[in-house]
Every structure is written in C-alpha cells, then in structure tokens.
C-alpha cells in the first residue's frame, strides 16, 4: 500500500519541532496524525481521496488539524472505542464512528488494520498499512534517541509489551510520528527496549542505594544533562517507579520510594 508523509510544525514540545501526518493508499485514502494544516499537506489531501481520519494518539501534537481536514474532505473519523470523550477534549470535534484494535478499514482492494499500541498514551493505536505492510507507529519508536513514557499518562509495562508486539510483528518499515523513517525496524525495537531495561536498572540501583524522591532517584539514574528535558525526566522516573511497585520490586506511595527490605517512608 502507498504511504506518503508530511511534517508539519507544531507549536507543542514535540522532537524537532515536527510531527509526521501520513496518507495510506490512494483511492481512497486514509489521513492519520493531522497535526497541523500545512499547504504542503493540503495538496497531498487534495491529490486523493481522502475518506477515512485516524489518530494514533490525542496528544495535542498529533490532533491540531484533524477538525480542518475532517470539515473539507467529509470523511469518515474515527476515535478508539471507549475514548470518545477523549478525542472529542482533543480534537473539538465528534467522532463519527469507533473501532477497537484488531478493526480493518477497506482502502480499494486493500485493508488497514487497526493494532493496539498503548504506553507512550492509553489510547495509543499504530496502523498496519496492507497485509505484512509498514506500520504506521505514532510515538512507539523512533529512529534515533528513545519515546518519552511518562507518568501519569505513560505505562512503561504497556510500553515495553507494545515494543516486543511490533518485533513479532517485524513489519518491513516503521513509520513514526516523529523524524524519519525507520527502516530497520526489529534493530530499532530491540534498541528501544534496551534502552529502557538499562534505565530501569539504574532506577533500581539508585532506590537500592537510598534514593527515595523522585529528584535524588533522577540525578542518580540519569548520566546526561537533563537541560531543558528535565520534567519529562522526573515524569519518565515516575514511570519507571509505578513498574517497579507493580512488579513488587520495590515500594512506592507516589511521593518516595523505598526497598522491599528498608520500607517505604509514607509522605505526610
């Protein structure tokens, strides 16, 4: 199935400033992550047949133009099943339909298929552009550098089983929501995966030699200068800390954080 994409900018945090918006198939087509109204987008809307709009996820930087595109082609939107009232925060607009992973929608004689893909957000949905076709993968990966899984909106179990499903998958190409294409997609989800075993580790340790708040468990697990990404830190350590807690490795009330052994001291 024809892919094509266009980066468009957007006011948010996003990396580089861009997010991807991309167009599965030709006739008809399948508009995901408008972003941002761009005339270079527009032409490329206005070249097919756009009737299906789809999200991978509702973070603002992934949602500006969805109410735009949606307007000027009539087509069919589309929001994950029980996320409605989600989407419609986001995107300020109703959703026409719902659909739940495992869905296929039809693109001439092929299909998109719809797979679940939460952790960097709940919602989060990648798309499968034809039978053992790309991915369209939102923010599960990247090419370089790693995918923000913070709390409270980030589930780094989620995140992690939603990596190794898409290694199973092994699509020939990934296509992400940000920067380039990936086109060594297992290397790059095996990469993702231990970045974040390597991250966790030193979280671990840092908990294990006596950190308990969240800033002290930051400066110990991180080695690199955190200037200007410090929050998304402190949110990834959260993260990192409501896993450990859930797997029963360590003890962890929300505010400190403590060894099975030592014991949490409950903030007051």
Known sequence: MNVVSSAVPVSTCAPGGQTNAYLLGEEPSVLVDPAARTDALDRLVAARSVEHVVLTHTHPDHVGAVAAYAAETEATVWARYGRADRFREATGIEPDREF?????????????????????????????????????????????????????????????????????????????????????????LERLIAHRNRRERRVL????????????????????????????ARATVRAHLEKLAVEGRVEWDGERAATLETGVTRSK
Do not use: N, Q
Request: aromatic share 4%; charged share 25%; hydrophobic share 40%.
């Open 100 to 188: 739940a992973p495992g869905a296929t929608i039809p693109v001439g004689d092929e299909r998109v298929r719809v797979l679940d893909a939460p952790g960097h957000a709940p919602d989060h949905l990648a798309f499968e552009a034809g039978a053992d076709g790309p991915i369209v993968c939102g923010d599960c990966a990247v090419r370089e550098g790693s995918v923000v899984v913070g709390a409270p909106e980030g589930d780094l179990r989620a995140y992690l089983t939603t990596l190794r499903r898409l290694r199973a998958i092994d699509p020939p190409t990934l296509f992400p929501g940000h920067g380039p294409v990936i086109e060594d997609p297992r290397e790059t």
């Open 205 to 232: 340790e840092a908990v294990e030699d006596g950190a308990s708040a969240p800033p002290e468990i930051l400066e110990a697990a991180y080695e690199k200068d955190l200037s200007g990404v410090r929050d998304l």
